[in-house]
């Protein structure tokens, strides 16, 4: 099952066009979109999802996204979906046809959870560490290679998970040219070292993790310490557990790097995904 | 005039929807293209562009363009225009739907000449050099990085020429971490001194130019001396005269550089010109 409204609130057909061969998301991967996780008819950190949409729009410099429309036209697909159980909801946003009006486009399209991300949940993942080749000190300065902005622009993050299974890995963890750990493809890294919860700041040119947000909100309840602060590679190494959090996996554990396993952590990991959970509860 | 093929020859209505919400072009830049320029019914550097479609394609593991598929959709579309003059021809092939058959999605758009473009091949334009965030040493052993291929993740060069305009400025000519030139967001950069020609490398993460190669064939001929090497941020400065090579806007001069500007180089743009239109009378 497969659920698509237009922006506007109206449902169609997903296996029907519904975009322009010159609509800019298209032709220049140019808009942004959230990956938004549903359970039971409730959507998980809409707030922050539709904050970063926002934030991430705002990079690009396309027109403030109608926080109420994508509200409305998330309830649309919640309401056709009408099913119990969890939908992954993505919400685009793109520049509009190139030959148009200039009104951009915008869809939510809600999806069953792959079976791999399900799989992935229990099982964990191998990861490889892939160069990204910028160093973090070139955030700051260069806006325009929106680092940190959630793009449609994604054929290097698709290319990365590729690479890694050529390698027999499931995921990626990105490093920058000065080794400084960096994020997922689409997920944040989360290292554990003994009741401390650690993440890289966004100012490495990263996206702040929605996922990874309510975790540590929870963790902190719980009376865990947490740091936002970067990470290098060999503090990968010296991590009691290493975790990736996304919307759609929660709270996954790595249970092998660059082809070497790590300590067993399926009961930090449960942990962990009881105070993640005990946000919703 | 738009007009609009699908790869298996189909003429389509460019004003009516044709890829759905889920084609990977869209939601993840998840494909590559190529801008052919048409004048008078003739594809210039067809051959070398279907190449690079096919090198590009290769980068992102697509399967392989059926190159006789996409010769007979580019003389779909010329034939629909039918009309003399000039026709910016963009060649589009994605991964296709992720709900779908696995089918890429192929497609063919003819269009007008922009007026922009049309207008900088006869002024010129002001350029500033902005920064990539990647050292060319990263490009051999991070092919994940996909510098070289061109793909639909072009966000980041839109988002480049958006910056430039706010620095008043119409281009950008990119630099790496190590100060070697790179390219401009959709073209390809040459540096003039006495009677050589210079181009960065392919080497370097950038895209070999189909336009720059058609004018380096025919200054090779005219007695030029050309040179494909490493140029540093400095010798940018110490050139004759700088130039943008692309498809559409031939070679175009750049007539200031960081907001300096630069020596008079129209005559030696009508030369290289004529050098470069020598390939196809």
Redesign the interface.
Same mark, same amino acid.
């Given at each position: 099952m *497969?659920v698509?409204a237009m922006l506007d609130g109206t449902l169609a057909d997903?296996? *029907?066009? %519904?975009?322009?061969? +010159? +609509?800019?998301?298209?032709?220049?991967?140019?808009?942004v979109?959230e990956t938004v996780l549903v359970v039971d008819g409730k959507p998980r950190e809409l707030g922050p999802h539709l904050d970063r949409l926002a934030r991430s729009a705002a990079?690009? +410099?396309l027109p403030a996204p109608d926080r109420a429309a994508w509200e409305r036209v998330t309830q649309v697909v919640i309401d056709a979906w009408n099913q119990p159980g969890e939908m992954a909801l993505?919400l685009?946003y !793109?520049r509009g046809p190139e &030959?148009g009006d200039g009104t951009p486009t915008g &869809?939510a399209?809600g $999806?069953p959870l792959a079976a791999k991300a399900l799989q992935e949940r229990v099982a964990g993942v191998a990861a490889v560490t892939?160069? *990204?080749?910028? +160093?973090p000190e070139?955030v700051p300065?260069?806006?325009?290679?929106? $680092?940190g902005?959630k !793009?449609?622009? &994604?054929?290097?993050?698709?290319?990365?998970l *590729? %690479?890694a299974a050529t390698r027999g890995a499931d995921e990626v963890i990105f490093v920058a040219?000065d080794e400084t750990v960096l994020e997922g493809p689409t997920s944040t890294v989360v290292a554990v070292n003994g009741a401390t919860l650690r993440t890289p700041p966004p100012s490495s040119g990263i996206l702040p993790g929605t996922t990874q947000a309510a975790l540590f909100r929870a963790a902190e309840r719980a009376g865990w310490s947490t740091k936002v602060e970067p990470i290098t590679r060999a503090d990968l190494a010296n991590a009691d557990a290493l975790f990736l959090a996304s919307s759609v996996r929660k709270i996954t554990r790595v249970r092998e790097l660059d082809g070497v396993p790590l300590p067993d952590a399926t009961t930090r990991q449960a942990e962990l995904n009881a105070l993640y959970e005990s946000e919703y509860s």
């Amino acid at each position: 099952m *497969r659920v698509l409204a237009m922006l506007d609130g109206t449902l169609a057909d997903p296996d *029907r066009p %519904h975009l322009r061969v +010159d +609509d800019l998301g298209a032709l220049r991967g140019d808009g942004v979109f959230e990956t938004v996780l549903v359970v039971d008819g409730k959507p998980r950190e809409l707030g922050p999802h539709l904050d970063r949409l926002a934030r991430s729009a705002a990079m690009l +410099d396309l027109p403030a996204p109608d926080r109420a429309a994508w509200e409305r036209v998330t309830q649309v697909v919640i309401d056709a979906w009408n099913q119990p159980g969890e939908m992954a909801l993505k919400l685009v946003y !793109t520049r509009g046809p190139e &030959y148009g009006d200039g009104t951009p486009t915008g &869809y939510a399209l809600g $999806l069953p959870l792959a079976a791999k991300a399900l799989q992935e949940r229990v099982a964990g993942v191998a990861a490889v560490t892939l160069e *990204r080749g910028f +160093d973090p000190e070139v955030v700051p300065r260069a806006p325009w290679l929106l $680092l940190g902005a959630k !793009t449609l622009s &994604y054929a290097v993050n698709m290319a990365a998970l *590729r %690479h890694a299974a050529t390698r027999g890995a499931d995921e990626v963890i990105f490093v920058a040219a000065d080794e400084t750990v960096l994020e997922g493809p689409t997920s944040t890294v989360v290292a554990v070292n003994g009741a401390t919860l650690r993440t890289p700041p966004p100012s490495s040119g990263i996206l702040p993790g929605t996922t990874q947000a309510a975790l540590f909100r929870a963790a902190e309840r719980a009376g865990w310490s947490t740091k936002v602060e970067p990470i290098t590679r060999a503090d990968l190494a010296n991590a009691d557990a290493l975790f990736l959090a996304s919307s759609v996996r929660k709270i996954t554990r790595v249970r092998e790097l660059d082809g070497v396993p790590l300590p067993d952590a399926t009961t930090r990991q449960a942990e962990l995904n009881a105070l993640y959970e005990s946000e919703y509860s």
